[in-house]
């Protein structure tokens, strides 16, 4: 499985689900990183931390331990 | 007739704009009762009807996570003292997400009252090429959707008719379709929060399906393009740095003329008080005393209007999540996040709008640590003592072989221990007290949009009423105070002297409370290297620090030194140069002594303005105390070391 942090730049996959059960993979899920939903990780900081995705329409920034709570497609 | 209207919204959807355009200024901003948020109300007239308008924090959703997003449900749900539950919802949609934003709308369907969707930055989602087909939405939401561009007002009055249009309808029903995918939900194995979540994408994915569109040619915008420059690793840094470099400077080269006026209006203040009132004591507090006291503070408001000004414009284009983006890493490993970078860097002009400027921190912790730490940053006040005593005391010699002067690094060092010690502060705080769960870092970067002129002056506005009213009242009341002290007792001069002169001021300054003061104080700050003189103007300066040079210009016997006087300052360099321990031949300015004072300046909470806005942006006494009192024991720290190293390294 894979999750959103280890996707290179530029690529675009699928979410599959959101790991946990706390408000932090709800705070995910009401932002849009629900299951089905297309994301592209457009870039990230200079440090390599947090990451800029992309997902219905607008561009979200979340860090990377964030983005290993979302488990996409291969 | 009245109606109560709350705007609701995503954060960056143009509320506010839309605000301004419905209600121009508010009629009323304040703190909700407990918290810090701040309540935003306003009132206009459309067809002899008074519309009540609550412009509530941005939210993403109902399940509030933040302050702000529980007041919006208080309000909403009409659980807030003092605030009706308002008789109708307006949901402000940016048209450029239409699918994330559709999340709250879904669930303010659900509160039964009624509902119309604002839909904004419709210009901006056109030239995306997106197409909502509104008739279609609003069909399958069972609520109005009107379309607004709000720089131009386009809309507005159709808003208005429709707003007391609601108020004839009998309140909001739930969608069907809405319904039947929450009712799915019931066989879920999640918690049931998620699983609505889950449902509500569901739902809203069936509607965007038949609702949006997207023109044949969807080309890369200008934001997109912009975009990829501004958070590119390299290109992204170097832009930012640029932008953070000349905003800093601006603050103090576009500040500087106007503080100028300001200062030179102070004086004339002055003047005319000088020869309307007699000499004595009435003339003595309204000159030294109030226009002082107060002058002092007003100086610095031509920075803080800038400050706002550059940070108001910033947010409003967008740029300011960039760079919390940017700087998010560097300042979680110190137990920060990006967010408080702004804030932080403003700081290093003035505290005051630093502080004010947290308030972009949702996360309650983070926010506090950020308000704790930002007076450490060495604001602009700081400066005169620093470059008074390093030109007066360090040695102007080369660094090395290279062409760096020892007075500059000296100086650098004293702006960097402020940072190296507010990260260790902060490193420490969120460690041990402020330990909590990590807050996730979930962070919108906004399309790129022009700002809107009416809010940025509001912005600008609210922060410089805000600042003179609540710093200018205490700092009125702590002027008149320390004048009193500094007074009081009247001097016992010998027969025959002039009172005006310099060496009778002197005189009298150590006679009155100030003066006992400093040498009742002299055993605690003996073993930092300094003398009962430096212990008073340090006392004196509590208030407000850029009150040293004058006060320390008094204490040598030079009546008030003007720190930006040639003249004044050569004098007082001389004199403390030659000053002498009592009664001895010792010198008491040492390099390890000027050292120290610095040091002590760099930490030390010597600003009441700066503890008001603690106060009131923390919505306590508690935390100004806490802050005054650790700085204070750091400072004296820092300046024991400085002084006792130096002095043992033989500087």
């Known amino acids: ?74 | 007739m009245k109606l109560t209207v709350a705007l609701l919204g995503n954060p960056n959807t143009g509320k506010s704009t839309l605000f301004s355009a419905l209600a121009g200024i508010p009629t009323r901003i304040a703190n909700y009762p407990g918290v810090t948020v701040e309540e935003k109300l306003g009132q206009f007239r459309h067809r002899a009807h008074t519309i009540k308008l609550i412009d509530l924090p941005g939210a993403y959703s109902l399940n509030a996570k933040s302050p702000d997003e529980q007041v919006a449900v208080d309000v909403l749900h009409g659980n807030l003292p003092g605030i009706e539950q308002p008789d109708c919802i307006v949901v402000v949609v940016d048209a450029t997400n239409l699918s994330r934003n559709l999340y709250l709308v879904s669930q303010a369907l659900a509160i039964g009252k009624p509902v119309l969707v604002a839909l904004t930055l419709c210009d901006v989602a056109e030239s995306k090429g997106i197409h909502i087909n509104r008739e279609k939405l609003s069909e399958f939401l069972g609520c109005p959707v009107l379309r607004l561009v709000a720089p131009r007002q386009e809309g507005i009055e159709h808003l208005a008719d429709a707003l007391i249009e609601s108020s004839n309808r009998s309140g909001q029903t739930h969608p069907e379709s809405l319904k039947s995918h929450l009712a799915k939900t019931v066989n879920s194995d999640r918690p049931v929060a998620s699983a609505e979540a889950i449902a509500r994408y569901g739902w809203i994915d069936e509607i965007t399906k038949d609702v949006l569109s997207y023109s044949a040619q969807r080309s890369r915008s200008l934001g997109d393009h912009i975009d990829s420059v501004l958070t590119h690793r390299l290109l992204g840094t170097v832009v930012f740095a640029l932008t953070m470099l000349s905003i800093f400077s601006s603050i103090f080269w576009l500040a500087s003329p106007l503080m100028d006026l300001v200062s030179e209006g102070v004086e004339f203040a002055a003047g005319l008080a000088e020869s309307a009132i007699p000499d004595g004591i009435l003339q003595s507090l309204v000159v030294d005393g109030v226009i002082a006291g107060v002058g002092g503070v007003v100086i610095f408001l031509p920075q803080i209007a800038i400050l706002f000004l550059f940070v108001a414009v910033l947010e409003g284009c967008g740029y300011l999540a960039r760079a919390a983006f940017l700087m998010d890493r560097l300042l979680v490993g110190v137990g920060l996040s990006g967010k408080s970078f702004i804030p932080l860097l403003s700081s290093f002009a003035c505290a005051i709008p630093g502080i004010m400027a947290a308030r972009t921190i949702e996360n309650r912790r983070d926010r506090l640590l950020t308000i704790l730490v930002a007076p450490l940053m060495s604001c602009s006040a700081r400066l005169p003592v620093y470059l008074l005593l390093c030109s007066a005391f360090v040695p102007n010699v080369a660094v090395g072989n290279s062409w760096i002067r020892l007075p500059a690094v000296v100086l650098a060092s004293m702006y960097l221990i402020g940072v190296l010690v507010a990260a260790i502060v902060a490193f420490i705080l969120s460690r041990t007290i402020f330990r909590g769960p990590p807050q996730p870092f979930v962070l919108e970067l906004p399309s790129w949009r022009w700002p809107q002129f009416a809010v940025v002056a509001e912005r600008v506005r609210e922060a410089a009423v805000s600042f003179l009213k609540n710093a200018g009242t205490l700092i009125l009341a702590v002027s008149i105070v320390v004048w009193a002290l500094g007074s009081f007792p009247r001097p016992v001069l010998e027969a025959g002297a002039n009172p005006e002169t310099a060496e009778e001021q002197g005189e009298a300054l150590r006679q009155s409370f100030l003066g006992q003061a400093g040498r009742l104080i002299e055993p605690v700050v003996k073993p930092l290297g300094w003398d009962w003189r430096i212990g008073c103007a340090a006392v004196a300066s509590f208030p407000a620090r850029e009150v040293v040079l004058g006060v320390l210009g008094v204490i040598y016997n030079l009546g008030d030194v003007d720190p930006g006087e040639e003249e004044g300052a050569g004098m007082l360099i001389r004199q403390l140069r030659a000053a002498t321990w009592d009664g001895t031949d010792r010198k008491v300015f040492t390099l390890p002594v000027a050292l120290s004072i610095m040091v002590f300046f760099a930490l030390c909470a010597q600003c009441a303005s700066t503890l008001v806005i603690i106060g009131k942006e923390t919505a306590s006494w508690f935390w100004p105390l806490v802050s005054f009192t650790y700085m204070t024991a750091l400072a004296w720290i820092g300046a024991f070391f400085v002084f006792q190293i130096g002095t043992a390294l033989g500087w």
Do not use: W
């Open chain 1, 1 to 74: 499985m894979h999750s959103l942090a280890s996707i290179d730049i530029g690529s675009t996959t699928q979410v599959v689900d959101i790991s946990g059960e706390d408000s932090t993979s709800l705070r995910l899920l009401e932002m849009g990183l629900t299951p089905g939903v297309e994301v592209t990780v457009v870039s990230a900081a200079p440090l390599g931390d947090p990451v800029e995705l992309e997902l219905r329409g607008y561009r979200l920034s979340i860090r990377r331990n964030e983005a290993a709570r979302v488990v996409v497609a291969n």
